[in-house]
């Protein structure tokens, strides 16, 4: 137990900082599930573990005498990469390592890599300080395969986001799939169930929509002449639509490829806004209004989904559910805010007299904020290579706008109807007087 | 009024069936049907690194020309430049703005060169670098200080991570760790295989024996101004040793020239040409124009593939030394008769190769079919892709399709020097001379 804390977080130590060549900051591992046991095979940078004295022989590694290193890198390893099964810590029951070669290809796959590590070790092989691996396979005792698994690295936290894990999970008689985390990323589910999932992502979007400057002043812009719930409810619906849409087509791979893409976004973004903070100046109709907030809702929908894209890996299996989580969580930060703004222009414009200059002031302010993002974004754009038009560029474009004109449709028919319901109403009660008169 | 009713079902139905129905065509592939292709990616690299100096001003490091290029095991893209070379008179000839020195087109006021060595990752970040360019003197004494090969020329990156440089004026080979630490190195610096000449700089002669003036392409421990390396991981078909190094001697030399992982002398092939040109004989190399050979590249199929640079073809070896085959570059087929005509126009087509695809650093080592080569031309600034087995011209990586592409544009070329393969089937393009820069060419989809 004490060798084990002297080994402690080993890897962590700051002296993994010290090293002055930050080439290898990639971890590679495969955690393998069967009926009694989990394998974790892991290929850690022999500069990441400066910290444990293996032996060299001049520049390079004296492989002969290498053991006693590698079994107190291994303990590192095992402490410094939790897996947890039901919430309990899994304790190894055995471990072996490898120094190797930074030619040796055994882990492209998890079978060449665990073969690799049964086969003793070449001492015979001559590798240079820091240009190299160590490979390890550790075995843990499980209780079902069935169990909830989760995965933790402290792995150099001090590298942070630079030290990646990925982690390529292989549950019992399921597909394999693939995840990349750092330090920073926490207790990771291997296999979670639907409500776990769910609830990552509604904490995700709840947090990703406070957190977004440029999506809180697009909200900013619709509330800013509405001031008014049942007006606002159709704008903000018909913008959650819009995102919606292309965010979870962005999951399903339909958004366009290519560097130019993600500037584009960022721009129409900045556009969007600097559009609404006009049409409030310029007072334009608003009768209108949600056509446009829904269109433009497409483009957040795209920013939305660069947020989505780094943690969609933990959505194990339950890919739509954390998508429509995700979104719930969009919504409920979305909700939050609107209120938020609600109550504070009113506190603001409530003793003014002339609240239209008011909400031109403050329309002002954002479209300027906003039009200087769109210029910095649009720079950044221009640098960037647009794609040549291609046959499957084409295909793509005329997905989005199938989407789009069916969209547009689905809501001119819905505009028609309620426009129609509304005269109904009116009509009806201009032809019966209404009771309440007639009795008076 | 009736269009516009119209207009809508028919955008409608148009969208939909070009989106999701009648039309799925595949990509379309720049090397022809069922070939792979690339796209230039023009934001790589990012902007160099600018350290603050003790004046207080940010100085942008350019690299100047990028003569080498090399991939390790993580798929990081090294570079050899001659930045550093600032103010060297080479031959007699002080270089300029066009040749060496960063001054001039390249480099504003502020600039500094870049350290010899810098690699990249496929990002774009510098991720490395090493050699100190304060090491390199100008005037009288340029080079004799420094330790790197004056003349940085090719680079290789082995089995065991460590980065090789070779050098055009030079008469070493050096093998370095990842940290710049030098580790080995063959040959005697300033010192080449071959007669005595009168390089001179500032008046002192320097590097007297290094040209191509007349090569004695026979020493056991020297070079000749070596332009590539490529190492062995796998047991030497004659010694049983792994980790041979195979060098092009070929700026001074014309021979391939094999050492053990010790540097001793193993064995040497090939021979000097009388002549530059088509009727040059299987096995020996252009006798003028430099680079003979250019290039040294180990494939999987066990076989040493060599550029003869002034005779356009890839010449072949076995191990031990035997000639194999000739792999001449010449124009496709598919091209125009103008660009047939355009692209036989240039010389010194074979400057470089490697293979694709090449899952591994080590070309040797990759477990794929090496189906394509990768043939930088510096003569037609293009790249072009030959069928390995065939030999035949099958695309071009250079945007102006089969025919010559000079040009500082994305995707054009400026003495186009040398190239390497990523593990997931992208290419680096290095530009030396004028071109001055290295380009990432990205493949397109998943074909492998």
């Known amino acids: 137990m004490f060798a084990v804390l002297g080994v402690c977080c080993v890897l962590a130590s700051p002296k993994a900082l010290a090293h002055d060549f930050p080439l290898h900051t990639v971890m590679n591992s495969f955690v393998r599930i069967e009926s009694?046991?989990?394998?974790?095979?892991?290929?850690?940078?022999?500069?990441?573990?400066?910290?444990?004295?293996?032996?060299?022989n001049g520049r390079r590694y004296n492989l002969q005498s290498s053991g006693p290193a590698i079994q107190q890198a291994l303990i590192g390893i095992a402490n410094d990469i939790e897996i947890q099964e039901n919430g309990v810590r899994l304790i190894p029951s055995s471990s072996i390592g490898h120094l190797t070669l930074p030619s040796e290809r055994s882990f492209e796959d998890y079978s060449q890599a665990s073969a690799a590590l049964a086969q003793p070790m070449d001492i015979s092989t001559e590798i240079y300080f820091d240009q190299g691996f160590l490979d390890a396979h550790i075995v843990y005792p499980i209780s079902s395969a069935k169990s909830v698994f989760t995965i933790r690295t402290i792995l150099a936290p001090d590298l942070g986001d630079y030290a990646k894990l990925t982690v390529r999970f292989m549950p019992l008689n399921a597909g394999s799939r693939a995840f990349m985390i750092t330090s920073s990323s926490g207790r990771v589910p291997l296999n979670p169930p639907w409500y776990r999932a769910a609830e990552g992502f509604v904490v995700l979007g709840v947090s990703h929509i406070l957190s977004g400057l440029d999506h809180l002043l697009f909200l900013l812009c619709l509330v800013i002449p509405i001031r008014q719930l049942r007006v606002l409810i159709p704008v903000i619906t018909a913008f959650t639509f819009g995102h919606s849409v292309t965010l979870i087509g962005t999951a399903y791979d339909l958004a366009p490829n290519g560097n130019w893409f993600p500037p584009f976004v960022e721009t129409a973004i900045a556009l969007s806004i600097v559009y609404m903070a006009v049409e409030n100046i310029v007072g334009a109709k608003l009768d209108r209004r949600w056509m446009i907030a829904g269109l433009f809702g497409l483009v957040h929908g795209f920013g939305f989904s660069y947020a989505l894209k780094e943690s969609l890996q933990f959505a194990g299996s339950h890919l739509l559910v954390s998508l429509l989580a995700f979104n719930m969580g969009i919504e409920i930060g979305q909700l939050f805010m609107v209120t938020l703004m609600?109550?504070?222009?009113?506190?603001?414009?409530?003793?003014?007299?002339?609240?239209?200059?008011?909400?031109?002031?403050?329309?002002?302010?954002?479209?300027?904020?906003?039009?200087?993002?769109?210029?910095?974004?649009?720079?950044?754009?221009?640098?960037?290579?647009?794609?040549?038009?291609?046959?499957?560029?084409?295909?793509?474009?005329?997905?989005?706008?199938?989407?789009?004109?069916?969209?547009?449709?689905?809501?001119?028919?819905?505009?028609?109807?309620?426009?129609?319901?509304?005269?109904?109403?009116?009509?009806?009660?201009?032809?019966?007087?209404?009771?309440?008169?007639?009795?008076? | 009024m009736k269009v516009r009713r119209y207009l809508y079902p028919i955008a409608v139905m148009l969208a939909l069936a070009i989106g999701f129905g009648v039309w799925q065509p595949k990509q379309v592939k720049a090397g022809g049907h069922g070939q792979p292709s690339w796209t230039v990616d023009p934001g790589w690299p990012n902007p160099l690194p600018a350290p603050v100096g003790t004046d207080g001003v940010a100085h942008r490091w350019v690299t100047g020309e990028v003569a080498g290029t090399c991939i390790d095991s993580s798929d990081h893209i090294f570079t050899v430049n001659r930045g550093w070379e600032v103010g060297v008179t080479l031959n007699g000839v002080l270089q300029g703005a066009e040749s060496g020195a960063i001054d001039g087109q390249d480099a504003s006021a502020s600039a500094i060169p870049s350290p010899p060595v810098v690699a990249?990752?496929?990002?774009?970040?510098?991720?490395?670098?090493?050699?100190?360019?304060?090491?390199?003197?100008?005037?009288?004494?340029?080079?004799?200080?420094?330790?790197?090969?004056?003349?940085?020329?090719?680079?290789?990156?082995?089995?065991?991570?460590?980065?090789?440089?070779?050098?055009?004026?030079?008469?070493?080979?050096?093998?370095?760790?990842?940290?710049?630490?030098?580790?080995?190195?063959?040959?005697?610096?300033?010192?080449?295989?071959?007669?005595?000449?009168?390089?001179?700089?500032?008046?002192?002669?320097?590097?007297?024996?290094c040209g191509e003036a007349e090569d004695f392409n026979s020493s056991h421990t020297l070079l000749n101004e070596p332009a590539d390396i490529s190492v062995d991981p796998e047991p030497d078909p004659v010694t049983g040793t792994r980790g041979d190094v195979y060098i092009a001697d070929g700026y001074g030399n014309h021979r391939i020239v094999v050492f053990d992982s010790k540097?001793?002398?193993?064995?040497?092939?090939?021979?000097?040409?009388?002549?530059?040109?088509?009727?040059?004989?299987?096995?020996?190399?252009?006798?003028?124009?430099?680079?003979?050979?250019?290039?040294?590249?180990?494939?999987?199929?066990?076989?040493?593939?060599?550029?003869?640079?002034?005779?356009?073809?890839?010449?072949?070896?076995?191990?031990?030394?035997?000639?194999?085959?000739?792999?001449?570059?010449?124009?496709?087929?598919?091209?125009?008769?103008?660009?047939?005509?355009?692209?036989?126009?240039?010389?010194?087509?074979?400057?470089?190769?490697?293979?694709?695809?090449?899952?591994?650093?080590?070309?040797?080592?990759?477990?794929?079919?090496?189906?394509?080569?990768?043939?930088?031309?510096?003569?037609?600034?293009?790249?072009?892709?030959?069928?390995?087995?065939?030999?035949?011209?099958?695309?071009?990586?250079?945007?102006?399709?089969?025919?010559?592409?000079?040009?500082?544009?994305?995707?054009?070329?400026?003495?186009?020097?040398?190239?390497?393969?990523?593990?997931?089937?992208?290419?680096?393009?290095?530009?030396?001379?004028?071109?001055?820069?290295?380009?990432?060419?990205?493949?397109?989809?998943?074909?492998?």
């Open chain 1, 36 to 56: 009694d046991r989990a394998d974790l095979i892991i290929r850690v940078p022999l500069d990441m573990v400066h910290s444990v004295p293996f032996p060299l």
């Open chain 1, 342 to 440: 609600m109550a504070g222009l009113w506190l603001m414009f409530r003793h003014a007299r002339h609240p239209r200059i008011g909400a031109i002031v403050l329309s002002a302010f954002v479209a300027h904020t906003a039009w200087h993002w769109m210029m910095e974004r649009g720079a950044v754009l221009w640098q960037t290579q647009w794609p040549p038009i291609t046959a499957i560029s084409i295909v793509i474009l005329a997905r989005w706008a199938a989407v789009l004109l069916l969209a547009g449709g689905a809501a001119k028919l819905l505009s028609r109807l309620t426009k129609r319901s509304r005269l109904a109403t009116v009509t009806a009660s201009m032809i019966a007087p209404p009771a309440e008169k007639s009795a008076v």
């Open chain 2, 120 to 209: 990249y990752d496929q990002r774009g970040n510098v991720v490395a670098s090493f050699g100190d360019p304060s090491l390199v003197q100008t005037g009288v004494s340029y080079g004799a200080a420094a330790v790197l090969p004056h003349g940085m020329h090719g680079c290789y990156v082995d089995y065991q991570n460590n980065v090789w440089i070779g050098g055009n004026g030079d008469g070493i080979v050096q093998k370095y760790s990842q940290s710049g630490q030098l580790l080995m190195q063959i040959g005697t610096k300033g010192t080449c295989d071959g007669p005595a000449t009168n390089s001179t700089v500032g008046g002192a002669t320097v590097y007297s024996t």
């Open chain 2, 263 to 448: 540097g001793n002398f193993l064995r040497q092939f090939g021979t000097k040409c009388s002549t530059t040109g088509p009727s040059c004989p299987d096995g020996t190399y252009g006798a003028t124009g430099g680079g003979h050979p250019h290039c040294v590249v180990l494939g999987n199929d066990n076989l040493v593939y060599t550029c003869d640079r002034p005779d356009s073809r890839f010449e072949v070896w076995d191990k031990e030394g035997n000639f194999v085959r000739s792999i001449p570059v010449e124009p496709s087929s598919n091209a125009t008769p103008g660009n047939q005509a355009a692209i036989l126009k240039g010389g010194t087509r074979a400057c470089d190769l490697d293979f694709w695809p090449n899952i591994d650093f080590l070309a040797d080592k990759s477990p794929t079919s090496q189906r394509l080569l990768i043939n930088v031309d510096l003569g037609n600034d293009n790249v072009w892709i030959l069928d390995k087995e065939s030999g035949a011209m099958i695309g071009a990586l250079g945007r102006c399709g089969l025919s010559p592409c000079p040009g500082h544009g994305a995707g054009q070329f400026a003495f186009a020097h040398t190239g390497a393969t990523t593990s997931d089937g992208n290419i680096y393009i290095a530009e030396t001379i004028t071109g001055r820069r290295i380009q990432r060419f990205v493949l397109n989809g998943k074909d492998r």
